[in-house]
Nanobody, 125 residues
């Protein structure tokens, strides 16, 4: 069993920054890929970013490239999402998730088997 707990969400003005954290427990964090997803009000959950188990490979949605950075510290069993130049359209609940496989990075939700409870990010204009 794996537990994931997100933190770091909040209210920020457009152009501001937030850093989300995802603390994990239960199994060996360094052996699996991690991903971040988000769900805006009235919309389906969508892929934001992913990182491989070693932290050497990342992938981003086009909408956040150049503004968001995913990272991890395996010694702390924690993944991060640094969000800069935030826009109102970044508003939503942000979820971290553990990948099922340690093979290729994926943006598909069905490739992730454990999810956190989410943290709210609100960007005001």
């Amino acid at each position: 069993q794996v537990q994931l707990v997100e933190s770091g969400g909040g209210l920020v003005q457009a152009g501001g920054s937030l850093r989300l954290s995802c603390a994990t427990s239960g199994r060996t964090f360094s052996s699996y890929h991690m991903g971040w997803f988000r769900q805006a009000p009235g919309k389906e959950r969508e892929f934001v970013a992913s990182i491989n188990w070693l932290g050497t490979s990342t992938s981003y949605a086009d909408s956040v490239k150049g503004r968001f950075t995913i990272s991890r510290v395996n010694a702390k069993n924690t993944a991060y999402l640094q969000m800069n130049s935030l826009k109102p359209e970044d508003t939503g609940v942000y979820y971290c998730a553990k990948a099922r496989s340690s093979r290729n990075l994926s943006s598909r939700q069905e490739e992730y088997d454990y999810w956190g409870q989410g943290t709210q990010v609100t960007v005001s204009s």
